[in-house]
């Protein structure tokens, strides 16, 4: 079936720092949206990407839907300890409405 | 963004039992969908609804089914729990005016089967 490749599959990063994750696919995406969770909760959408080279920012976030289609990433700026959680790509194809989704990027603070 | 509840939001149950787990959401959306998701994995659709009277299973293989009487609500039930069934179950919800394939989540239900 159609998969996401999501890298790095974790990171441990400093307070302050940037941050950058990706997807990839050998297929064609009509969106790319990209979610947040924290521990026992759900997916929390940051950032809709609905055209390829478009660059979409909220607040210390800023994603890219990739000019190709087939991939996009995620920037996190400055980071706080509020951004720990796991970070999930999703994409769409065609005019199905599900997802195909990445296996996530843990991100953890370093104390 | 839409409102989507879950509930219960955790529950721990004998081998056996039968469970249906509850979502609404009050925003109308046509479109609604369940995850099963294991801790810190990715997720795996294992039913979805494009409206009332519509429900298509996903591409995760599940013992559960799913009706869709109402729009605001898409019950998933499991008539006899197992303990493979032990996992995070997770509804969300979209609506083709807020951009193709935007979908909003639940809090999820952590389900424990013993």
């Known amino acids: 079936g159609q998969q996401l490749n999501q890298s790095p599959q974790s990171m441990f990063i400093q307070e302050g720092e940037d941050v950058s994750m990706n997807c990839t696919s050998s297929s064609i995406f009509n969106t790319w949206l990209w979610y947040k969770q924290d521990p026992g909760e759900g997916p929390v959408l940051l950032i809709a990407l609905y055209k390829a080279g478009e660059l979409t920012s909220n607040g210390r976030l800023t994603a890219q839907f990739g000019i190709t289609r087939k991939d996009s990433f995620l920037n996190i700026s400055a980071s706080i300890p509020s951004d720990v959680g796991i970070y999930f790509c999703a994409g769409q194809l065609g005019s199905n409405y599900q997802l195909i989704w990445g296996a996530g990027t843990k991100l953890i603070i370093k104390p | 963004e839409a409102d989507i509840y879950q509930t219960p939001r955790y529950l721990v149950i004998g081998t056996g039992k039968k469970i249906t787990l509850e979502c609404s959401q009050t925003?109308?959306?046509?479109?609604m969908y369940w995850y099963q998701q294991d801790p810190g994995m990715e997720l795996h659709l294992i039913h979805y609804?494009?409206?009332?009277?519509?429900?298509e299973k996903g591409d995760l293989s599940s013992e559960s089914t799913v009706s869709r009487i109402r729009t605001e609500h898409f019950p998933l039930t499991l008539e006899s729990a197992r303990p493979s069934h032990t996992s995070q179950y997770l509804c969300?919800?979209?609506?083709?005016?807020?951009?193709?394939?935007?979908?909003?989540f639940g809090p999820g239900t952590r389900l424990t089967v013993l």
């Open positions: 609804s494009y409206g009332v009277n519509s429900t």
């Open positions: 925003m109308g959306h046509d479109k």
């Open positions: 969300a919800s979209s609506a083709p005016g807020q951009g193709l394939g935007t979908q909003y």
